[in-house]
């Protein structure tokens, strides 16, 4: 059973950093591409990342990019989320989610998520 | 921001039907698959249906995708209490070069 298990949030200031961690089991981890996607309180899910099985892509939302860095560590099976100069706006429950496809990422879902972890920036 | 775009409600009685429009694209719902997901109250997003029109091992046959150029939809029928959820559709935008969530429709069922 695929299980995938969200850790790291808590509350900081802004400018402050963080870094999640999604610990996976019950597939074959290195071999699928990995994502985060956020969901703010009472909003909607917005994508955040993704990286390709091996690690060497990685994409980042305009909101995140140059802040925020995915990475993995396969021999660990945990996927990360480092996150620096963080703003009140990246208040959200971060899901780790397993993505499913072939080819190239318009073929690509999301197949799996975690329960999620929380994230507050506040003063 | 979302780029794909659903009502933010929708509603009907048990045994009816409930159909949800998303919105897109050329750069998103018009070049690539289209997924939808179901939160439940409280708990993390589900996949209902993948590749359009797809439905994963276990999903009630009740749920069905469709897509037509730029635009899809989902479509309940036999509406049932645990249908009561909030739904969105997702494709990946090859402009933005990322994922791209619809703004997520409330089912209501009276």
């Known amino acids: 059973e695929v299980e995938l298990l969200e850790s790291g949030g808590g509350l900081l200031q802004p400018g402050g950093s963080l870094r999640l961690s999604c610990a996976a089991s019950?597939?074959?981890?290195?071999?699928?591409?990995m994502a985060w996607v956020r969901q703010a309180p009472g909003k909607g899910l917005e994508w955040v990342s993704c990286?390709?099985?091996?690690?060497?892509?990685?994409y980042y939302a305009d909101s995140v990019k140059g802040r925020f860095t995915v990475s993995r560590d396969n021999s660990k099976n945990t996927l990360y989320l480092q996150m620096n100069s963080l703003r009140a706006e990246d208040t959200a429950i971060y899901y780790c989610?397993?993505?499913?496809?072939?080819?190239?990422?318009?073929?690509?879902?999301?197949?799996?998520w975690g329960q999620g972890t929380m994230v507050t920036v506040s003063s | 921001q979302s780029v794909l775009t659903q009502p933010p409600s929708a509603s009907g009685t048990p045994g009816q039907r409930v159909t949800i429009s998303c919105s897109g694209s050329?750069?998103?719902?018009?070049?690539?698959?289209l997924h939808w997901y179901q939160q439940l109250p409280g708990t993390a997003p589900k996949l209902l249906i993948y590749?359009?029109?797809q439905r994963p091992s276990g999903v009630p046959d009740r749920f069905s995708g469709s897509k037509s150029g730029t635009s899809a939809s989902l479509a309940i029928s036999g509406l049932q209490s645990e249908d009561e959820a909030d739904y969105y559709c997702?494709?990946?935008?090859?402009?933005?070069?990322?994922?791209?969530f619809g703004t997520g429709t409330k089912v209501t069922v009276l």
């Open positions: 997702a494709a990946w935008d090859d402009s933005l070069n990322g994922y791209v």
């Open positions: 990286i390709v099985n091996g690690g060497g892509i990685t």
């Open positions: 050329s750069s998103n719902i018009g070049s690539s698959i």
């Open positions: 590749s359009d029109n």
């Open positions: 019950g597939f074959t981890f290195s071999g699928y591409a």
């Open positions: 989610a397993k993505l499913r496809g072939a080819v190239t990422w318009s073929n690509y879902y999301f197949d799996y």
